[in-house]
Each structure stands twice: as C-alpha cells, then as structure tokens.
C-alpha cells in the first residue's frame, strides 16, 4: 500500500492537505471530552509517531463511531478520547482495519456521526463548530496541494456549500 493522507476540515489555510511534517490539529467531539489534539503528520494516519502513546487515526475514528468488536485493554468500551488514547490500542490492525472499513470512501465519510476534522494549527474553533470534515487526500499526501488546484477543487466546494448551509 503507498501512502496516505486527508484533506484539511478547514480553509483557513490555502493548504488543502496534509503532508509529512505538517503541524495539525485533530478536533475531538464533545462526546468525547472536546478540545483537540495537536501533533505532526507522518504518514499513514499515526498519531504522536514514535513514542510511547503511538495511535492511529482509523483506529480513533472506530472508536468515535462506536464499531463492533474493537480491542481494548480495560474492562469497558472506551469512552473517552483519553481513554482511547490509553486503552483502545488504536494501532492495532484489528482496529485500524475496522476504521478503514467506516471512513475511507468520502460516501462513507458523509454517512458517519464523528468524521475526522483534521485541521490547520491555527484553527481556533470547537468540532462541533467545524462544518467540514476530512476526506482522503486525492494525491495521497505526496506532495503539498492547494484548494485551487483541479485535484481538491470537489473538496473545495464541499466545504463552501457545508459553510453556507
């Protein structure tokens, strides 16, 4: 498999991706505890890359929409992003896999109660109040794209028409 990226949820950048090395904000529902996570992307969707909190943002997104059979190392479903983070073994394949299965197609994206919002380290609003949500980067995070190129001029509108509805 190559390699992987998402859009951004937001337009406060002219950057429509994100690529190796971008600083980033994940937004995390209120449900489950709110606020966001900071970090840089490295590639395939890992989350703090090397160190001893590694996760995965499938295996977040499984969590967030609540997807059967997950494995976890407590005693109940993790249901909070801390808890995801210390017990919900994210990177695991099982539930990475099983994020993949929810959110890889932008038709599945539509469908989902939590899609990722993966956004700009500037973005200073809630999840909830981000509109967008981050669809698969058409060029695979190889290289930095823009909103007015071809390739995310689609992902482009989507986020205008979510915007003013």
Known sequence: MGSFSWTRADRKTKRSN???GDSYKILIPKEFG????KDKYVDYGYVFYDTDHE???YGILAYWNHCDGMIYDCDHYPATM???LKYGN???QNNRCKGIDIGCYDEDIDKLKYPLKL???SYNETYEECKGRSYGDPNQGFFKGY?????YE?????LREIENN
């Open 147 to 151: 909103w007015c190129q071809d390739d």
């Open 90 to 92: 994210t990177d695991l």
């Open 55 to 57: 996760a995965d943002l």
């Open 34 to 37: 709110g606020g966001f996570i």
């Open 154 to 158: 689609k992902y482009y509108k989507k």
């Open 82 to 84: 801390e808890e995801i």
């Open 119 to 121: 956004v700009s380290a």
């Open 18 to 20: 994100l690529t190796d």
